[in-house]
């Protein structure tokens, strides 16, 4: 996880004194493009780390994760496109 | 050594994450079975009515708006209703899983799916087969 936002205590207050709420389309397509990716990377991974036998995970099998999180900041730059705030000015 | 639990049996996997789907194929594959996989409901429904699986794993969320994985489970339910059907869900599916369980699916699994979890419920369906109890 990234270091904490200096402020994210007050950011988080804010959302919920706020009532700040997500789109539910937003929500959606968040659930399915970064849900699927992580499930994904997590799948791989776990199926060389998790269990009884742990073993490296192969270079192929990595670049499979690191495709994995190309197509989840691909997707971020897409929403933030979409959702960016058209100034009136 | 990973023992071949999966000898002589069929399995289907439906996911709409095609590296899951390869994943989780050859997880299975190393343990014996016969492994297919689809990633919509369309090539899940011609897949099953061709292999006839004794196990289907089946994610409830799929990426189209026409079909789920409740969709397969009840076709599955009425045209095979010796297979049995493993539901992959989110965390925060309750009332789906419980639909799910209505309507005859033999267990669940939440994501994020990790082996040993897998490995769990699968041998356990495994031994109700091969002992006759559905």
């Not at chain 1, 402020?7 to 959302?15: G, L, N, R, T």
């Not at chain 2, 439906?14 to 590296?19: M, Y």
């Not at chain 2, 992959?88 to 939440?110: F, H, P």
Request: glycine residues 4%.
């Amino acid at each position: 996880m990234a270091n904490p936002l200096s402020d994210e205590a007050q950011v988080f207050e804010k959302i919920k004194k706020e009532n700040i709420k997500v789109n539910p389309i937003v929500w959606h397509l968040i659930d399915h493009y970064i849900g699927n990716d992580v499930h994904a990377m997590q799948f791989i991974a776990g199926s060389h780390i998790v269990g009884d036998d742990p073993e490296p995970i192969p270079v192929d099998h990595g670049k499979k994760i690191l495709h994995h999180c190309d197509e989840i900041r691909k997707f971020l730059i897409k929403l933030k496109e979409a959702t960016r705030e058209v100034r009136k000015d | 050594m990973i023992e071949k639990i999966g000898e002589g049996l069929t399995i289907f996997i439906l996911d709409d994450e095609k590296d899951i789907c390869q994943f989780v194929k050859e997880f299975f594959a190393k343990r014996g079975f016969e492994v297919y996989t689809a990633s919509s409901s369309k090539t899940a429904f011609s897949t099953i009515k061709k292999i006839k699986p004794d196990i289907a794993l089946l994610d409830i969320r799929l990426a189209e708006k026409e079909a789920s994985g409740l969709d397969v489970l009840k076709s599955i339910k009425e045209k095979h209703p010796g297979c049995c059907s493993v539901m992959v869900t989110y965390m925060d599916d309750e009332k789906v899983v419980a639909r799910a369980m209505e309507m005859g699916a033999s267990d669940y699994l939440k994501k994020p799916l990790m082996p040993p979890e897998i490995e769990k419920t699968i041998n356990k369906i495994v031994k109700k087969i091969r002992k006759g109890v559905k």
